[in-house]
């Protein structure tokens, strides 16, 4: 049975140890031992905490739902673990060492989780690929001379491997949805405030940032987020309730969905034939599942203020992160600690006034205004994920004395679906129904009102169970 066991996703793994029939300490054995013999060929697993994971799994486990299953934390702030390494991709915090559980952390365990390392992510999650100078590239399943996405590259990839039924992974751009496109898993970004962002933050860059996982398959996520979902103590935005548990969703009545069909992004940048080709058949996918689908898509009145806004967020946040590491470290960065993009990007951040900050907000918030009024009228918005296949290993890296004028413009289709619903705080999922002629996969994503994960998750479960993926292992998951 071990061999297996990758096999099954992790609410499966969780029953088997219910039943009594395997234990926690042989599912994260197992784990280990594809990590050890898939990895080198990957680098999505860039600190591993072996001996850990198989204490706790010998241990008294909480009862949760994913009791004894084993997850990976991404290598960012929300995935912050005391005593374990938290190096934020950067070769400034290659020694440090987280000294405390973010709260997101502790309800993991509470649910059961045995944590057998972290996954990879570019320097402070800073770009659409996951190719850190202190652990190098993570490698695409499909292909590894392709990118695995980003920043929870690591964490799509290492789900797609099957090394881990799912894994914690984080999104302030697509950060969820972009990797989860390019390696072929589900991904889901939450509501605005759906999962804790404390203790010792109240929000993360404004608002954007989300946290959630990517996972094999669906039920996996809406079990997840019923098991971390909910506002800590004085968090500053609070989702709405939901009516039931996200996991009774997956096995709901279909429920007709009213579905617009976005197929240009708001920026205008141009799509890749093989992203439209994703987008018209699961369209018709859904048609045939009995959903109204139209061709009508959002509108925004002023996208390069949109776009001018998010960027000074972001520099904003990076500049932030940055002089935030140097504290906790307790040195500034030098030449050789951080990246030429991280150098850029915290400079002009560090150039942004506090009004010109608050007037970026404020333009994002009117855009949120907008894209929701559209919205009164369609349940879902479907688009592709992204406006190109993966990328290339070294095509999305900033190197010294590059400009950066053409390095934003190649980026640029990466995120050119995914960032509005982050400015909006709303839910969007990139589902992995689509695989292009050479074999790569091409999500299509699916957006819904804020608050609303169900219609998102009830959608879901009936595109997998009319499309599967789960059986459709990668060449580098064998």
């Not at 695989?435 to 957006?447: D, K, R, S």
Request: proline share 8%.
């Amino acid at each position: 049975m071990n061999d297996e066991l990758h096999r099954l996703d992790a609410t499966a793994q969780a029953l088997l140890v219910e039943r009594g029939e395997v234990t926690p300490l042989e599912l994260v054995d197992s784990a280990i031992a594809r990590i050890e013999r898939l990895d080198p060929a990957l680098d999505a697993v860039v600190s591993r905490q072996f001996e850990q994971a198989r204490e706790r799994a010998r241990g008294a486990l909480p009862e949760g739902p994913f009791r004894g299953v084993p997850f990976l934390l991404k290598d960012l702030a929300g995935g912050a673990e005391a005593g374990m390494p938290l190096s934020y991709g950067s070769r400034l915090g290659a020694e440090h060492r987280a000294d405390y559980d973010s709260e997101l952390v502790r309800r993991y365990r509470a649910a059961g989780l045995v944590i057998v390392g972290r996954s990879s992510t570019p320097e402070f999650g800073l770009t659409p690929t996951t190719e850190p100078v202190l652990f190098g590239p993570c490698r695409n399943p499909w292909n590894p001379e392709l990118s695995s996405g980003g920043s929870s590259g690591g964490a799509a990839a290492a789900v797609a491997a099957r090394l881990v039924p799912f894994a914690h992974a984080s999104d302030i751009g697509g950060s969820i949805r972009i990797p989860a496109s390019a390696c072929g898993v589900f991904g889901l970004k939450p509501s605005r405030g759906r999962n804790p962002a404390g203790p010792k933050l109240g929000e993360s860059v404004s608002g954007l940032a989300a946290e959630h996982c990517c996972s094999i398959s669906v039920r996996d996520s809406a079990a997840l987020l019923d098991a971390t979902s909910a506002a800590d103590f004085g968090a500053p935005y609070v989702a709405p309730f939901k009516s039931r548990p996200y996991l009774e969703e997956v096995d709901a009545p279909h429920q007709r969905l009213r579905i617009a069909v976005m197929r240009a992004p708001l920026s205008g940048v141009p799509v890749h034939a093989d992203c439209l080709a994703a987008v018209e058949a699961a369209a018709a996918l859904c048609r045939e599942l009995g959903h109204e689908v139209h061709d009508e898509a959002p509108q925004v009145s002023d996208i390069a203020a949109v776009n001018q806004a998010y960027a000074k967020l972001f520099m904003v946040s990076a500049a932030l992160n940055l002089q935030t590491l140097e504290g906790l470290v307790g040195r500034s960065a030098g030449a050789d600690d951080i990246e030429p993009l991280t150098r850029l990007v915290a400079a002009l951040g560090r150039q942004v006034s506090a009004t010109d900050f608050v007037l970026a907000q404020r333009a994002l918030h009117r855009m949120g205004r907008e894209i929701n009024a559209f919205q009164a009228h369609y349940d879902l918005i479907l688009s592709p994920t992204m406006a190109c296949p993966p990328a290339a290993i070294g095509e999305l890296v900033l190197r010294a004395g590059d400009p950066p004028e053409p390095y934003i413009q190649r980026t640029q289709a990466f995120a050119a679906f995914t960032s509005v619903f982050n400015a909006t705080g709303q839910p969007a999922m990139s589902v992995p129904l689509h695989w292009n002629a050479e074999g790569v996969p091409i999500g299509v994503q699916f957006a819904a009102r804020l608050g609303d994960e169900a219609s998102l998750f009830r959608l879901a479960a009936e595109l997998e169970r009319a499309h599967p993926w789960a059986e459709r292992l990668p060449p580098l998951g064998h």
